[in-house]
């Protein structure tokens, strides 16, 4: 396993390479995901420069990286706390709602951190790198490299499947189960429409913590347990 030390100074040589620009146009995202938050306890795991913050101050923004605090802290945000998503300095369910935006993929052990979110939290929603179809994920690294692309240090797309075996593993059931974006071939052609292929770029998932992990739509079903 890396030290943090390590894994720190790779986010921070990608973070400085990367154009900042290029995450503007997702400003609106970020307001849609903070209006799911703002007014609860909430933290925001992996929350970069702030932007989710931005629009939910009250929500708890935490990073391993100093490099993206100290960003977000010149822009204004006040609620930050340093810590590894892997291993949480906060008690059990000490949160409403934790979220995850675009930040498991990037993680060592993701098992492990998805078991703290749902340690932490009763709600998880988690936006995550989908992993291509058909075994097309083994060239998608060459494919962007030919483009001039770059991954971060650690890049780890997920199947829908194995978000959903993490989950439950740690007690915790989808509610909610969609798509945050599809590939974008208008890097191509800007004639060629968004979400042409279909494939999701993104899992977008609503998860709760219960002991209630199987759906049950016929038989009967104690209604006055709420867990």
């Known amino acids: ?79 930050l706390v340093k810590a590894d998503i892997q291993k949480l300095p906060f008690k059990d369910d000490e949160f409403e709602i934790s979220l995850s935006n675009g930040v498991l993929e990037h993680i060592e052990d993701i098992e492990k951190a998805i078991s703290e979110m749902v340690r932490v939290s009763e709600i998880q929603i988690i936006i995550v790198h989908a992993a291509l179809p058909y075994g097309l994920e083994l060239i998608r690294k060459p494919l962007m490299k030919l483009f001039g692309f770059k991954d971060q240090p650690i890049e780890n797309p997920q199947t829908l499947k194995s978000m959903k075996n993490y989950l439950e593993k740690y007690g915790a059931r989808i ?53």
Not at 20 to 45: A, H, R, T
């Open 175 to 227: 509610i909610i189960e969609g798509v945050w974006n599809y590939i974008d071939l208008r890097w191509i052609s800007e004639n060629i429409p968004y979400g042409f292929l279909k494939w999701p770029s993104h899992h977008f998932l609503v998860s709760i913590k219960t002991k209630n992990l199987g759906r049950k739509f016929l038989g009967k079903h104690d209604f006055s347990s709420t867990e």
């Open 1 to 79: 396993m890396k030290s943090t030390s390590q894994s720190e100074k790779e986010y921070k040589d990608w973070f400085d390479q990367e154009n900042k620009d290029v995450f503007m146009e997702e400003i609106e995202y970020y307001k849609v995901i903070g209006s799911l938050l703002k007014g609860k306890k909430s933290v925001d795991l992996g929350c970069g420069y702030g932007s989710i913050e931005t629009f939910s101050p009250d929500t708890v923004g935490v990073d391993f990286s100093e490099v993206a605090l100290e960003r977000a802290r010149k822009r204004g945000i006040k609620n």
